[in-house]
């Protein structure tokens, strides 16, 4: 199984994170030691402790009805509308939006995502410039609670994690109203069809149209 070249990491202030790891779901066990370790660090840098554990860089917009939860660190330029819930543990970008309704927890969000209406994000990781639609989800727990493992045709890589929800490539575009199950991989610059539920690991450059019909860009 082939993820190089999912993710730029030079696109998120965690890069460092990713340096030692061979897969992108290795991190998720060490977002909250992470966020603490680099936010006791990012005062020099003209970011804000706005609570114990929250940091927030230049120029950002965090409505009064929105509600952070520490450990979090909140990149320049990002927009948190009202109504997200950001539950803990998560690592959020420059120029993202996080809109409405929109839930994440212990989870990497690389710079310039939006996530502007209904959306859940836990244990995932979402690479530079994706986009997930309305309603959209990462759905991070099996129905029968046993260890994720990601497929990808015949092969099987087992995770070690029972909790684990999607990792986005950059420029993924996910479509309104899809579940991405655990485990779910999208390649860069694909495309998800609205209403999908998606499971397994969609090549880089792909339209998924429904299960079994993935077809390459053109």
């Given at each position: ?58 120029n950002v ?52 995502c939006q ?5 859940y994000v ?97």
């Amino acid at each position: 199984m082939n993820l190089k070249g999912i993710l730029d990491i030079n696109k998120t202030i965690s890069k460092d994170l990713f340096k030692e790891t061979n897969y992108p779901w290795e991190v998720l066990p060490y977002i909250k030691d992470y966020i603490i370790t680099l936010g006791n660090n990012l005062a020099k840098d003209n970011y804000t402790e706005i609570e114990d554990h929250i940091w927030v860089g230049s120029n950002v917009e965090i409505d009064k009805l929105s509600t952070i939860i520490a450990p979090c660190i909140i990149d320049d330029n990002t927009i948190i509308r009202p109504g997200a819930y950001i539950r803990g543990n998560a690592i959020i970008g420059k120029n993202c939006v996080i809109g409405n309704s929109t839930e994440i927890k212990n989870s990497i969000i690389f710079d310039n995502c939006q996530l502007p209406h209904y959306n859940y994000v836990g244990d995932s990781v979402l690479g530079f410039k994706s986009h997930m639609g309305a309603g959209s989800i990462t759905s991070n727990v099996k129905s029968d609670k046993t260890l994720v493992v990601i497929k990808s045709g015949e092969e099987k890589i087992e995770t070690g994690l029972k909790k684990m929800g999607a990792i986005l490539g950059d420029c993924v575009e996910v479509g309104c109203g899809s579940i991405l199950n655990p485990g779910s991989i999208i390649g860069a610059n694909s495309n998800v069809y609205p209403l999908s539920s998606v499971r397994g690991v969609i090549p880089a450059g792909s339209i998924y149209k429904k299960q079994g019909e993935v077809v390459s860009k053109h």
